[in-house]
């Protein structure tokens, strides 16, 4: 009995041990993926050009389509996943017939590191992709062990429809030196999919409930037709504390408010991206002004919506993106815009980050000296020779020098102490 109680006890002990030569293995104390790396505006201007031209809305079912991607490109998209899906940073290195994706997502506290930094080599079959090798930190993955655990880990996640939906329409994927190639066909019901994918019914019914207290705001300001920002801000995320208070998540609250607004905002409204919608109360057409301008609404509420839908680097990246092509074919480059484009990146980071916290800011009252810093003495309508003249391009110290100050006044907004 004591022989076999010893070799139970030595079992047990070698069995920690090696558990925790894994652990150390696996967890690691840095990130291989850097966290906050920026996006680039070029390459987030031509993502979003991408997302719109293979738009599932209006596309011929069957007709089989070619996608081309180069590796920033793929990498925004990529992060847009990982940070919304994994609370992770990700990265791709793209070869001819293979892929790498590394990824970098934060661990529980604990004595072996904070990080968990995984590797995945795909290579190319003539359909999807398949795994030829796996690694967490240092620690090799059998294959097989990585598919079952993924698997569970999405069915846990809620994730099966996701994961289903690029299944069903992608034909093959080509890679390609710092480059890729998909072929696919969407089918009759993709269009359904993809939006129940990204607006789950739990969702749906929370922009509902701030649609229809949108609507009831706008009808009962009549006969005005001119309505501040502010004015409608501080009534929805009222009721996203109220919703929070009675057990709502407050950052998925903040989100709905945030997504309705912006819409309502470009004049388009939940209709557009949920045909659900069409049979919901409707706001009543209101021309929203920030700071006394009916441009500002739009460009702080899209940079808050592109922060809480995706992520804060891409909202700057898109704003930015704007602002150069205006400068060389548009109404010219506007550092106020970059104003209402950075205070609107920073109110989707609180109400991401600090969510009860920007309610209880919110909820008060809020005036247009809260939302936008001061402006008028910020240059706008630069043609891009004179840009570049005065600021030597983006980038350069004197463009710098500016942002640093609009940086400056955000930071002494009283949402943003």
Same mark, same amino acid.
């Given at each position: 009995?004591r022989?076999?109680?010893? !070799?139970?006890?030595?079992?047990l002990?070698?069995?920690?041990a $090696?558990?925790a030569?894994?652990?150390?293995?696996?967890?690691?104390?840095k990130?291989?993926?850097?966290?906050?790396?920026?996006?680039?505006a070029?390459? $987030?201007?031509?993502?979003?050009?991408?997302?719109?031209?293979?738009?599932?809305?209006?596309?011929?079912?069957?007709r089989?389509?070619?996608?081309?991607?180069?590796?920033?490109?793929?990498?925004?998209?990529?992060?847009?996943g990982a940070?919304? !899906?994994? /609370?992770?940073?990700?990265?791709?290195?793209?070869?001819?017939g $293979?892929?790498?994706?590394?990824?970098?997502?934060?661990?529980?506290?604990?004595?072996? *590191?904070?990080?968990?930094?995984v590797e995945?080599r795909?290579?190319?079959?003539?359909?999807?992709?398949a795994?030829?090798?796996? +690694?967490i930190?240092?620690?090799?993955?059998?294959?097989?062990?990585?598919?079952?655990l993924?698997?569970?880990?999405?069915?846990r996640?809620?994730?099966?429809?996701?994961?289903?939906?690029?299944?069903?329409?992608i034909r093959d994927?080509?890679?390609?030196?710092?480059h890729?190639?998909?072929v696919?066909?969407w089918?009759?019901?993709?269009?359904?999919r993809?939006?129940?994918?990204?607006?789950?019914?739990?969702?749906?019914?929370r922009?509902?409930?701030?649609a229809? +207290?949108?609507?009831?705001?706008?009808?009962?300001?009549k006969?005005?037709?001119?309505?501040? =920002?502010?004015?409608?801000?501080?009534?929805?995320?009222t009721?996203?504390q109220?919703?929070?208070?009675?057990?709502g998540?407050?950052?998925?609250e903040?989100?709905?408010?945030?997504?309705?607004?912006?819409?309502?905002?470009?004049g388009?409204?939940?209709?557009?991206?949920?045909?659900?919608?069409q049979? !919901?109360?409707?706001?009543?057409p209101?021309?929203?002004?920030?700071?006394?301008?009916?441009?500002?609404?739009?460009?702080?509420?899209?940079?808050a919506?592109?922060?809480?839908?995706?992520?804060?680097?891409?909202?700057l990246?898109?704003?930015?993106?704007?602002?150069?092509?205006? $400068?060389?074919?548009g109404s010219?480059?506007?550092?106020?815009?970059?104003?209402?484009?950075?205070a609107?990146?920073?109110?989707?980071?609180?109400? =991401?980050?600090?969510? /009860?916290?920007?309610?209880?800011?919110?909820?008060? *009252?809020?005036t247009?000296?809260d939302l936008?810093?001061?402006?008028?003495?910020?240059?706008e309508?630069?043609?891009?020779?004179e840009f570049?003249?005065?600021?030597?391009?983006?980038?350069?110290a004197?463009?710098?020098?500016?942002?640093?100050?609009?940086e400056?006044?955000?930071?002494?907004l009283?949402?943003?102490?």
């Open positions: 009995m022989t076999t109680l010893r !070799w139970a006890a030595a079992l002990l070698l069995a920690l $090696a558990a030569l894994a652990l150390a293995a696996a967890l690691q104390r990130p291989v993926v850097a966290v906050h790396e920026e996006v680039g070029e390459d $987030a201007a031509r993502v979003m050009a991408l997302l719109r031209a293979h738009d599932p809305r209006y596309a011929t079912p069957g089989l389509r070619v996608v081309s991607m180069n590796e920033g490109e793929l990498e925004v998209l990529l992060n847009h940070r919304r !899906w994994l /609370a992770a940073s990700s990265q791709v290195s793209l070869r001819r $293979a892929a790498t994706v590394t990824m970098s997502g934060r661990a529980p506290a604990n004595p072996f *590191g904070r990080w968990v930094n995945l795909l290579v190319q079959t003539g359909a999807l992709p795994i030829e090798s796996m +690694r930190g240092r620690l090799p993955i059998p294959v097989w062990l990585g598919e079952w993924g698997l569970r880990w999405i069915e996640a809620g994730l099966l429809s996701e994961l289903q939906l690029p299944a069903d329409v994927v080509r890679f390609m030196p710092q890729l190639q998909v696919y066909a089918r009759s019901d993709s269009t359904q993809v939006l129940e994918a990204l607006l789950p019914a739990a969702e749906q019914q922009l509902r409930v701030y229809e +207290r949108l609507a009831e705001l706008s009808h009962g300001l006969p005005a037709w001119e309505v501040p =920002l502010a004015q409608l801000v501080g009534p929805l995320f009721l996203a109220a919703r929070t208070a009675a057990g998540d407050a950052a998925a903040n989100r709905a408010a945030i997504v309705v607004l912006t819409l309502f905002a470009n388009r409204g939940l209709p557009s991206v949920l045909p659900a919608a049979a !919901w109360p409707r706001a009543r209101l021309r929203l002004l920030l700071a006394g301008r009916d441009d500002f609404p739009r460009h702080f509420l899209v940079s919506a592109l922060v809480v839908e995706t992520t804060g680097a891409l909202a990246a898109i704003g930015l993106a704007k602002e150069v092509a205006d $400068a060389r074919s010219g480059f506007s550092f106020n815009d970059m104003a209402a484009n950075r609107g990146t920073r109110f989707g980071e609180l109400a =991401l980050h600090a969510p /009860a916290r920007l309610q209880a800011l919110l909820a008060p *009252g809020v247009d000296d936008m810093p001061a402006w008028a003495d910020l240059p309508f630069l043609p891009e020779a570049v003249r005065r600021y030597g391009g983006v980038g350069a004197p463009y710098e020098a500016v942002m640093a100050e609009i400056r006044r955000v930071d002494a009283r949402l943003f102490r």
